[in-house]
């Protein structure tokens, strides 16, 4: 019987390392594109979505909700409606600490009691977030989202199809999203303040490294916050790099990613697109409405997949580490 055939490690990653490079080459732009004014359905479709590349387009907004949604308005408007809050310690929620991946804690008040807490941070111990994805704008806000809108109607014409879900997001500036990527068409809206966003290409998916994670959440117990571990919750792959300060000796091969990064002021949009990795930062108090568009599961993807399970490959044997199954998708941005 004739031994099976193994492709040596050094020459996937040269495949991974020529992906990366002709995508560079080819395709991609060396920074993040900018628009001066909102593209017709079918420029957007062509020039950025089919292609997989993100935008930025300056002044693109013209809600009311630019001007209005001062901390007064929404105290008067809709200061008595229930919200979700994100609770942490220090910022970081949906991200690694330690062995564990932690999520926040989660608490509901009303929309002056957070808003009283993000004017005097030292006021409350912890740093809060508006930031839960389950379409929390649709659902939450119904008495102001006519200051903005259901969707983005250039954007649903190209895509073909409604958001899947629109969200509303708020918070300190010490929030911070750890590096991840989406299974979503993403269309970012800032109204009030900035984002910073460092972005990654799928095709630097190799570079990208994921460890295994047992889940937990932040508790906050007598003044103190305590890191709980859900063990009926299985474990979850997540990226363990800090873009901002990367542990090369750790994972030398995240040196091999391009990272771009962009500042999105408020009126402008950004254009995310499906399985780019990114990082968020933001000023305090920002204000944002995200849409989020199902991707289509077309060649694109398998090609991802494939690149995806190749990485997974090549790491298992290079560490001799048990496989990560599967990258999961992030619920957060």
Sequence with gaps: MAEESVIPAAKIREGFTALAREARELYLD?????????????????????????????GGLDWPALT???????RCKAGRLPVSVAV???????????????????????????????????????????????????EEFDDIIGDAGRDISWATEAFGKSPDAVNFWMGDGRAVTSLHKDHYENLYCVVSGWKKFILIAPTDLPFVPYDIYKPAHYKELKGEFVI?????????????????????????????????????????????????????????????????????????????KFVEKLAEVQETHSKKVPPRTTMKDSTVS
């Design 228 to 304: 709980q571990q859900l063990d009926e919750m299985p474990e979850v792959p997540w990226i363990p790099v800090d873009p901002l300060n990367p542990d090369m000796e750790r994972y030398p091969e995240f040196a091999h990613t391009l990272c771009y990064e962009v500042t999105v002021n408020a009126g402008d949009i950004l254009y995310l697109p499906s399985l780019w990795f990114h990082h968020v930062r933001q000023s305090h108090g920002c204000i944002a409405v995200n849409y989020w568009y199902d991707m289509e599961f077309d060649i694109k993807y398998n090609y991802f």
């Design 30 to 58: 060396a920074e993040v594109a900018e628009l001066t004014s909102v593209p017709d359905p079918l420029s957007f479709y062509r020039e950025f979505v089919s292609p997989n590349k993100p935008v930025v387009i300056r």
């Design 68 to 74: 209005v949604w001062t901390p007064q308005y929404l």
């Design 88 to 138: 942490t310690p220090n910022g970081y929620a949906d991200a690694v600490n330690g062995n564990n991946f932690v999520m926040p804690e989660e608490r509901r008040m009303i929309l002056a009691e957070f808003l009283d807490i993000i004017e005097q941070p030292d006021s409350a111990n912890g740093v809060f977030y508006i930031q839960k994805q389950n379409s929390n704008f649709t």
